[in-house]
């Protein structure tokens, strides 16, 4: 028992440390030494965890996709509604945003990564697809209950993860540019705005 959680211990000082050496030296410079002299690890205490820095790299994404899933989960459970669901889900915004762990920043790298390794890039394919399903799901549920305008659910669930994106990717470029969350907040009213149904139900 002892020795699994010493284990678990050393897997997440070297997911600790990868996440900064990443985020402040970027993936090319940040080697597997780099990484285990970060964490206090050996080499053989690495590999016995992780095939590699891309294997490395690929599981702090692994982990971010499920912290947010949760964080959607949360906000979807307390709304009797799919707009409400959607603009709970905006709110959450903020917590990601005011954020100042190093992951924001290390999702930056990974889009700049992803668009040079084909390998990194497949990796986001398949959680990408599962996303933009589970948009397409929620919007037809709107629609099925009346909430939302008769649309076509995955161009519109397209739409809504490429605002989501584009807001998120320019507050990693200009974190002072404007109050994103707010801005995030905005967007999906505005998008929200154009999809719901009126009241009386009337297109």
């Known amino acids: 028992m002892k020795n699994q959680q ?5 897997r997440t000082r070297i997911l600790a ?8 030296y970027g993936y090319a410079a940040s080697g597997v030494a780099e990484i285990c002299q970060a964490a206090g690890v050996s080499k053989g205490a690495f590999y016995h965890h992780f095939a590699g820095k891309q294997a490395l ?6 982990d ?12 979807a459970s307390t709304a009797n ?31 700049s990564q992803a668009s040079r390794d084909a390998a990194v890039r497949q990796a986001i394919i398949a959680p990408y697809r599962r ?4 948009f397409a799901d929620l919007i037809q ?32 470029v200009d974190p002072q540019g ?17 999809l719901q149904k009126p009241e009386g139900g009337a297109p």
């Open 81 to 111: 509604s799919v707009p409400e669901r959607l603009t709970n889900m905006a709110r959450m915004a903020r917590l990601i945003f005011h954020s100042n762990s190093p992951q924001t920043s290390f999702l930056l790298e990974f889009w």
């Open 57 to 62: 790299f690929q599981s702090l994404l692994g």
């Open 17 to 24: 440390a990868a996440l900064d050496c990443f985020a402040r």
């Open 6 to 10: 010493r284990s678990e211990e050393t």
């Open 141 to 172: 549920q709107g629609v099925d209950e009346g909430t939302l305008q008769p649309v076509n659910a995955l161009a519109a669930a397209q739409t809504l993860i490429s605002l989501t994106s584009g807001l998120f990717l320019q507050h990693l």
């Open 178 to 194: 404007a109050d994103w969350a707010q801005a995030t907040e905005d967007a999906i009213h505005l998008l929200l705005h154009g």
């Open 131 to 134: 996303f933009q399903r589970y």
């Open 64 to 75: 971010w996709l499920t912290d947010l899933e949760q964080t959607l989960t949360r906000a």
